[in-house]
């Protein structure tokens, strides 16, 4: 069974940094696209980054403050975030991908708040 | 702003069929056979019902139907239950530069 754990969410500052992590099991995850998809509160989805099998490619919504990557021997996803702002406040969803196809997994999120 | 465009709220009574239409451009929707659909109960994580258009994963109910037609893509579930009620999210791969979009959802009210 695919799982997907999300870590590393919480209380930040404003212009304050925080790493997310995304450890998977269940499938082969060096064989996979991974992205990271958030959910503001009370509000819809959007996807914020992508990367493919070897990290090789890299795909943003808001390239410059964010970092993905990946640690295959670890079966592990990253998101480097710098910069914060008040509206990066969401849930963060680490989710496996197809291609930039769909995303047929979803883990249950870290939350990040980014408040003074 | 979301890129896509989906109504706020569509309802209907058990056993009735609904439509959700989601609404983009030639860049992404049209432009390519890849709008999946999602569903999400409240405070739940959301679930692939359809991909590639129409394509329903193993174990989907093929109560759940997807279709396109231009720049829009729809999703139509049959047989409403009161298990549907939920928001359904629409997204589609948008090319190298906006690679995913999604739509700003709508809320199914089974009545």
């Known amino acids: 069974e695919v799982h997907l754990v999300e870590s590393g969410g919480g209380l930040v500052q404003p212009g304050g940094s925080l790493r997310l992590s995304c450890t998977a099991s269940?499938?082969?995850?060096?064989?996979?696209?991974m992205s990271w998809v958030r959910q503001a509160p009370g509000k819809g989805l959007e996807w914020v980054a992508n990367?493919?099998?070897?990290?090789?490619e890299r795909y943003y919504m808001d390239r410059g403050r964010f970092t993905i990557s990946r640690d295959d021997a670890k079966n592990s996803l990253f998101l480097q975030m710098n910069s914060l702002r008040a509206e990066d406040t969401a849930l963060y969803y680490c989710?496996?991908?197809?291609?930039?196809?769909?995303?047929?997994?979803w883990g249950q999120g870290t939350l990040v708040t980014v408040s003074s | 702003q979301s890129a896509l465009t989906q109504p706020a709220s569509v309802s209907g009574s058990p056993g009735q069929s609904i439509t959700i239409s989601c609404a983009g451009t030639?860049?992404?929707?049209?432009?390519?056979?890849?709008v999946s659909w999602y569903q999400q109960h409240p405070d739940k994580v959301p679930k692939l019902m359809i991909y590639?258009?129409?394509r329903r994963p193993s174990g989907i109910s093929d109560r759940f139907s997807g279709s396109k037609s231009g720049n829009t893509a729809s999703l139509t579930i049959s047989g409403l239950q009161a298990e549907d009620e939920a928001d359904y999210y629409c997204?589609?791969?948008?090319?190298?530069?906006?690679?995913?979009?999604f739509g700003g959802g709508t809320k199914l009210t089974v009545l």
């Open positions: 989710t496996r991908e197809q291609d930039g196809r769909y995303f047929d997994h």
């Open positions: 269940g499938f082969t995850f060096s064989s996979y696209w």
């Open positions: 990367i493919n099998q070897g990290g090789g």
């Open positions: 030639s860049s992404d929707i049209g432009g390519y056979n890849f």
């Open positions: 590639d258009v129409s």
């Open positions: 997204s589609s791969y948008g090319g190298t530069n906006t690679l995913v979009v």
